[in-house]
């Protein structure tokens, strides 16, 4: 079994996305509503192996949010080195599990035995204590043995 360790940070604006500079490889969610909703959500979940800007300033589902759109956007914390193999199953399986409106493809079929650990942050990097409603639904921790689902939420303490 896989496992990898994201930490999220966000939500951006498309107009932050461009200070970002080189920052990317890993995987992204975008948030907001499409047209007739009444509650932003995760519409979208992708990873990029290029930089975040690169990928989400041509993205292809991103203009069908059409309202309150917003990037988290997430780097390893585990392994440190990660592969676009990994993050391609950590992609699945949040794919797979949640079934984000705008991905078609993967909800179908039962993603590799992978388990995901994701950690919450603000831009600035402190972290989140409280979960946003627009990921409460995603749990911190979503493990896929073959034939169980494990999931949980993570607290955060100071030390």
């Known amino acids: 079994m896989k496992v990898l360790m994201l930490n999220w940070y966000g939500p951006y604006t498309d107009d932050e996305l461009y200070d970002l500079g080189n920052w990317g490889k890993g995987l992204y969610l975008i948030t907001g509503k499409q047209r007739k909703q009444r509650y932003s959500r995760i519409q ?67 993603p590799e035995p992978t388990t995901l650990i994701s950690r919450w942050f603000r831009k600035d990097g402190t972290p989140r204590y409280r979960q946003m409603s627009i990921y409460k639904n995603l749990s911190d921790v979503i493990s896929w043995d073959g034939s169980h689902w494990r999931v949980g939420n993570l607290t955060v303490f100071e030390g």
């Open 44 to 110: 979208y979940c992708g990873y990029t192996t290029q930089s975040y800007v690169s990928r989400l300033s041509r993205h292809h589902k991103a203009p069908q949010v059409t309202r309150d759109r917003r990037y988290w956007l997430s780097e390893a914390a585990f392994p440190k080195r990660v592969t676009a193999e990994l993050l391609r199953r950590a992609e699945r399986m949040v794919i797979y599990f949640w079934e984000p409106s705008l991905n078609e493809r993967g909800i179908y079929t039962p």
